[in-house]
């Protein structure tokens, strides 16, 4: 039973940081691409980030390139999002996400609200 399991979120004010971590079991995940996706209120949920499973090749939204860093730990099948210079625009629910066996996994998502 594949399992994708978020934690790290929280309240930060605007120019902080935050890491998302999403510990994952039930597949290979050493072979697995891993991403980060995002939904605010209102919104259409969004790619963030995402990590490639051989060569750590990695994609970033626009809007968080150069403030996030996507990372793995194959030891640990565990996948990592540090988010820093945060800002309002930020805010919204963040879910680990994968493909296995053309099926698309959800975590269940963690809250990060950037506020003063």
């Known amino acids: 039973q594949v399992q994708l399991v978020e934690s790290g979120g929280g309240l930060v004010q605007p120019g902080g940081s935050l890491r998302l971590s999403c510990a994952t079991s039930?597949?290979?995940?050493?072979?697995?691409?891993m991403g980060w996706f995002r939904q605010a209120p209102g919104k259409a949920r969004e790619a963030v980030s995402c990590?490639?499973?051989?060569?750590?090749?990695?994609y970033y939204a626009d809007s968080v390139k150069d403030r996030f860093t996507i990372s793995r730990d194959n030891a640990k099948n565990t996948v990592y999002l540090q988010m820093n210079s945060l800002k309002p625009e930020d805010t919204a629910v963040y879910y680990c996400?994968?493909?296995?066996?053309?099926?698309?996994?959800w975590g269940q998502g963690t809250q990060v609200t950037v506020s003063s």
């Open positions: 039930g597949f290979p995940f050493q072979y697995s691409a």
């Open positions: 996400h994968t493909i296995i066996s053309y099926m698309n996994h």
């Open positions: 990590i490639a499973s051989s060569d750590g090749n990695t």
